[in-house]
């Protein structure tokens, strides 16, 4: 394991090195797979959005297919219905969590003033 050497540290800035291309990127440096093959720059907020849609689609299609139950039962198999609604159950409460978290940890940056 290479540890910096204490000449790097000046002050509070301490130059770090990538070491694994498979780590994040630094700011204003692509990722080397991205590098290679010319990928779009993907940002936080993107990021974020995705999974947010992700949590949504989970939702429509629980509800889709709970829906589909009632109107036409034999048509939709009851596990389906059953493994879509956890899945959707448990894509909310972890997106609940987070967003939890977020925000008391944001509330605590702010009273550290």
């Known amino acids: 394991m290479a540890f910096i050497d204490p000449t790097q540290a000046v002050g509070d800035i301490v ?6 291309p498979l780590h994040l ?3 204003g440096e692509a990722p080397a797979a991205e590098q290679q093959t010319g990928g779009t720059d993907k940002s936080f907020g993107k990021l974020l959005l995705g999974a947010l849609g992700s949590v949504n689609d989970s939702q429509l299609t629980a509800m889709n297919l709970s829906q589909k139950m009632v109107t ?9 219905v059953t493994i879509a609604l ?5 894509a909310l409460s972890m997106t609940k969590a987070i967003v939890d978290r977020a925000l008391a940890a944001y509330r605590e940056i702010i009273n550290i003033r």
Not at 15 to 20: D, F, G, L, S, V
Not at 73 to 78: K, Y
């Open 15 to 20: 130059k770090m090195a990538r070491t694994n």
């Open 72 to 80: 036409d039962p034999g048509s939709v198999n009851v596990e389906d």
């Open 86 to 90: 956890a899945d959707a159950n448990l």
């Open 25 to 27: 990127a630094g700011a």
